[in-house]
């Protein structure tokens, strides 16, 4: 995001790993240039792509669009994922509930969409991790013409840039803000729909992340799938975000007890010990 091609050691393993990826897609390319069957996958949409003029996409511009694909919001719902784990196994009152409402909804069943549709407790615990810790510390858009706003004139071409981390964490907004607190989000008080854009973990506006509907099923799948085959523990507690990273996850070491539950999920289990794992 930041002077992405300076000499650094991290820059030149990623240009390294993305060559190597470029090379693979592209051998894929033109085994189906030659003939191979192609299916209905998104590399065969952007080969039969068009632009307005009729052109068809280079093998570059198609290896690009594709990474970015496979790409876009992996880090995002990984550290979102991770916030919402956390912050449910540092509030065990939280936990208890989750866990009933799993075995309510979803069960030892398969996990289906309608399912996850139901799992309003986990959706609000998902939300609120989003406004404690929201995975990007900076929304930053650039400026296409000039304009005013409270008094002062932002010209075009300027960067316009927004913290989520501080825009939730406003009392005015947000009641008690820097409380772990789920219900806010419940049909009782919708705190974040008192003003508009309240939370935007995801962004807001025309921009808003398209995918942030799809992360959230995401994570109440992986959430689903851990806690109804393990019980977990934190072994470590105290953590704060690592703003050394531009997508701001936990400090470590972040580390978790678990163990396989040897029963149907409910909203109890005994106490844990075992191994440790790194998160």
Known sequence: MVNPYLPLPAFRRRDRARARMAELIMRIIAERRSGAAGGEDFLEVLMRARYADGRALSDDEIVGLLISTIFA??????????????LLLEHPHRLSGILEELASEVGDGEITLDALRRLAA?????????????????????IVRDFEYDGWRLPAG??????????????????????????????????????????????????????????????????????????????????????????????????????????????????????????
């Not at 880090?75 to 956390?86: N, Q």
């Not at 992340?209 to 994570?219: E, H, K, L, P, S």
């Not at 953590?239 to 978790?256: E, K, L």
Request: hydrophobic share 35%.
């Open 73 to 86: 919001g992996q880090h995002t719902s990984t550290v979102m994922g991770a916030w919402t784990g956390i």
């Open 122 to 142: 986990l959706e609000r615990c998902i939300k609120e991790a989003e406004r404690m810790h929201p995975p990007l510390v900076m929304l930053m858009r650039r």
């Open 158 to 279: 300027d960067l316009a840039m927004v913290s989520p981390a501080t825009a939730h964490r406003l009392p005015q907004v947000f009641a008690d803000p820097d409380r772990y607190d789920p219900d806010r989000f419940g049909p009782e008080r919708q705190e974040d729909r008192r003003v508009k854009h309240a939370l935007i973990g995801f962004g807001g506006g025309h921009h808003r992340c398209i995918g942030a509907t799809f992360a959230q099923q995401q994570i109440k799948v992986i959430w689903t799938v851990l806690l109804r085959e393990f019980e977990l523990s934190l072994a470590t507690t105290g953590h704060r975000p690592d703003y050394a990273t531009f997508v701001v996850g936990p400090r470590r070491p972040c580390i978790v007890r678990y163990r396989r539950r040897r029963s149907p999920l409910t909203a109890t289990a005994p106490p844990l010990a075992g191994a440790r794992r790194q998160s």
